[in-house]
């Protein structure tokens, strides 16, 4: 009797607290029901899922990288598209200092990539890390949020030491390809803690050109080039 008080309690007191502190859609901005999390069901009909994890050739993100850099395996989770659910999302979990998002998404990217053979013997995830001051005034480095996500439904090992940005770039958004490489061009710096790895996987919110992926492999690379390096991504543009 005395249990079924407390749950009995412990139910109105969340009733209660949605009521006060309602959750609302990050698309749409519509209250959510209990079952919902962060997306409403009309908005969630507008995600457009790449269904990478089922393919058995290579994917467009796959070939992205081909002749560039050498890449073991890429997973994106959602294709971009503007004025739509993934757009929302991604502002969210960049400008909103909202990492529970994030986690959120890494575990269900971590449910896919369990489907993909190649993610089955990862030594670490490693997300793309943000300058310093970029990091400050966000609060948070969002790709880390995803990481700990996919690190937590796939209980893997979470390496935010080894790799660092080590010059601040400009906003990718609006340059040409060439430009993209030559702002991210040497940005970044590889610890010696990579030499006890075979495989990590780099975990980025969203990948258009993979200058900025790019850049960091091959200063990777450079520091152990035995290093298989695989990447995955929230959304591809």
Known sequence: MQLYQRLKSSSVI????HLVFP????????????????????????LSPTNFHLYKEATSMDQLFWGRVNIKKTYAHLFFE??????????????????????YFGGEIGKNLQQIPEFHNVDAYIPVPLHPKKEFIRGYNQSEALAKGICQQLNSQLDTNSVTRIRHSSSQTKKSRFQRWDNVDSIFKAKNTLLKYNHVVLVDDVI???????????????KNPKLSISVVTLAIA
């Open 82 to 103: 503007k004025h739509k659910t993934t757009q929302h999302i991604l502002f969210t979990l960049k400008y909103k200092n909202n990492d529970q998002i994030g986690q």
């Open 23 to 46: 959750n609302t859609c990050v698309a749409c901005e519509k209250e959510l029901t209990k079952n919902e999390r962060f997306i409403c069901s009309f908005c969630s009909m507008n």
């Open 208 to 222: 258009t050109t993979g200058s900025t992926i790019e850049s960091l492999v091959h200063a990777m690379l450079k």
């Open 14 to 17: 969340s009733d209660l607290s």
